[in-house]
């Protein structure tokens, strides 16, 4: 009995064969595609790729040329250029730093660094490949690669990205790329038609989520969710018929306001628009199980979440007045979930603080 030959797997060999991130993101989605569907594909982030029959003897296959032919790994660092644009990421993705060249190249306003996610900047479409990226230098390995980005300005560009992990932290050097033809500004893809925040009581979170909301570069509900859990550890967007309902906690919380601040001897704290705290009651040093006074409040917020502390600072000044909920680490470690009701008086800000109900 004979057995029949099973067919060879199409090898793929990406070049240059230096670049081990693109290597790992083309065998990631080539399984599912033809060479013609995959080059399209990868057009979207890669403009400069060609793929190409493997035409010797041997197994079939493809090239995957990430800049179109053959280039000569000897031509110098170019990312060593100290005035390149430049850009410092956490690991999970939210901006940390930007020399003030990306700045201008991104279009991010400044003062506003710490309060972008990287996707921001992800031509349409291209979401699921990007975060796909990411995670792969995220994970040790270094790309070098000419791709389309999408700064806030809404136009295309190409630009030349040199991109690695150092110290538990994502840097990228970049610069104008050349010879590429790139789309005009694009449309952010699957926009729901209708958009609702619960509990609509929340002017702060409201604000917050509308920002993180129009900055998204695809309709995608988990995206905008993962934005918001940074500060809001239990947001939820719950898409249905063409309607998000973006939630600050648990399904089923409404958020009802009964103006509890009006109550005597609550814990208050003062502080100024840098969060310099500069006035706590015993209520307060007691419900957080600290000294506060001289503190910031970065120095007690969840980790991950003390570059949002400005951002929420700036929705407080905007409406003025606001009730909203927060958790952070008591003193001796515990999280501690809070309600709060913040008013803003020129400079300086009042807050006070009951624990969380259902």
Same mark, same amino acid.
Do not use: C
């Given at each position: =009995?004979?057995?029949?030959? +099973?067919?060879?797997?199409?090898?793929?060999?990406? #070049?240059?064969?230096?670049?081990?991130?693109?290597?790992?993101?083309?065998?990631?989605?080539?399984?599912?595609?033809?060479?013609?569907?995959?080059?399209?594909?990868?057009?979207?982030?890669?403009?400069? /790729?060609?793929?190409?029959?493997?035409?010797?003897? $041997?197994?079939? &296959?493809?090239? /995957?040329?990430?800049? %179109?032919?053959?280039?000569?790994?000897?031509? &110098?660092?170019?990312?060593?250029?100290?005035?390149?644009?430049?850009?410092?990421?956490?690991?999970?993705?939210?901006?940390?730093?930007?020399?003030?060249?990306? #700045?201008?190249?991104?279009?991010?306003?400044?003062?506003?660094?710490?309060?972008?996610?990287?996707?921001?900047?992800?031509?349409?479409?291209?979401?699921?490949?990007?975060?796909?990226?990411?995670?792969?230098?995220?994970?040790?390995?270094?790309?070098?690669?000419?791709?389309?980005?999408?700064?806030?300005?809404?136009?295309?560009?190409?630009?030349?990205?040199?991109?690695?992990?150092?110290?538990?932290?994502?840097?990228?050097?970049?610069?104008?790329?050349?010879?590429?033809?790139?789309?005009? %500004?694009?449309?952010?893809? $699957?926009?729901?038609?209708?958009?609702?925040?619960?509990?609509?009581?929340?002017?702060?979170?409201?604000?917050?989520?509308?920002?993180?909301?129009? +900055?998204?570069?695809? &309709?995608?509900?988990?995206?905008?969710?993962?934005?918001?859990?940074?500060?809001?550890?239990?947001?939820?967007?719950?898409?249905?018929?063409? +309607?998000?309902?973006?939630?600050?906690?648990?399904?089923?919380?409404?958020?009802?306001?009964?103006?509890?601040?009006?109550?005597?001897?609550?814990?208050?704290?003062?502080?100024?628009?840098?969060?310099?705290?500069?006035?706590?009651?015993?209520?307060?040093?007691?419900?957080? $199980?600290?000294?506060?006074?001289?503190?910031?409040?970065?120095?007690?917020?969840?980790? %991950?979440?003390?570059?949002?502390?400005?951002?929420?600072?700036?929705?407080?000044?905007?409406? &003025?007045?606001?009730?909203?909920?927060? +958790? =952070?680490?008591?003193?001796?470690?515990?999280?501690?979930?809070?309600?709060?009701?913040?008013?803003?008086? %020129?400079?300086?800000?009042?807050?006070?603080?009951?624990?969380?109900?259902?």
């Amino acid at each position: =009995m004979s057995i029949a030959a +099973r067919p060879l797997e199409p090898a793929i060999i990406t #070049i240059p064969a230096s670049d081990a991130a693109f290597r790992e993101h083309v065998q990631s989605i080539a399984p599912m595609s033809s060479p013609r569907d995959l080059e399209a594909r990868l057009r979207r982030i890669f403009p400069r /790729v060609v793929i190409r029959e493997r035409t010797i003897s $041997g197994a079939p &296959g493809w090239y /995957v040329y990430r800049d %179109g032919a053959w280039s000569s790994s000897l031509i &110098g660092d170019w990312w060593d250029d100290p005035g390149l644009p430049r850009v410092v990421l956490s690991v999970d993705g939210w901006f940390l730093d930007a020399s003030p060249t990306a #700045i201008d190249l991104f279009g991010i306003a400044e003062g506003d660094i710490a309060s972008h996610y990287f996707t921001d900047l992800v031509v349409p479409g291209t979401l699921e490949d990007a975060m796909a990226l990411f995670r792969i230098i995220r994970d040790g390995k270094t790309l070098d690669a000419t791709i389309l980005l999408r700064p806030l300005t809404g136009d295309v560009i190409a630009v030349d990205i040199h991109a690695r992990l150092i110290d538990e932290r994502v840097e990228g050097v970049f610069r104008l790329a050349g010879d590429v033809s790139v789309p005009a %500004g694009a449309e952010v893809m $699957g926009r729901p038609d209708d958009v609702s925040f619960v509990p609509a009581t929340d002017v702060a979170f409201r604000t917050y989520a509308g920002r993180a909301f129009e +900055r998204l570069p695809e &309709g995608d509900p988990d995206e905008l969710s993962i934005r918001l859990r940074r500060l809001y550890p239990h947001a939820s967007v719950e898409a249905a018929g063409g +309607r998000w309902i973006v939630r600050r906690d648990h399904k089923g919380v409404d958020g009802h306001v009964d103006e509890w601040w009006r109550a005597k001897d609550l814990p208050q704290v003062r502080y100024d628009a840098q969060a310099l705290i500069i006035d706590a009651n015993e209520a307060a040093e007691a419900f957080f $199980g600290r000294r506060m006074v001289g503190h910031h409040w970065q120095e007690f917020v969840t980790p %991950g979440s003390t570059d949002q502390v400005g951002v929420m600072l700036e929705i407080l000044a905007e409406v &003025g007045a606001a009730e909203s909920r927060f +958790r =952070m680490p008591r003193g001796d470690g515990h999280l501690l979930e809070f309600d709060s009701y913040t008013e803003a008086h %020129g400079e300086e800000f009042v807050t006070l603080f009951r624990l969380a109900t259902e």
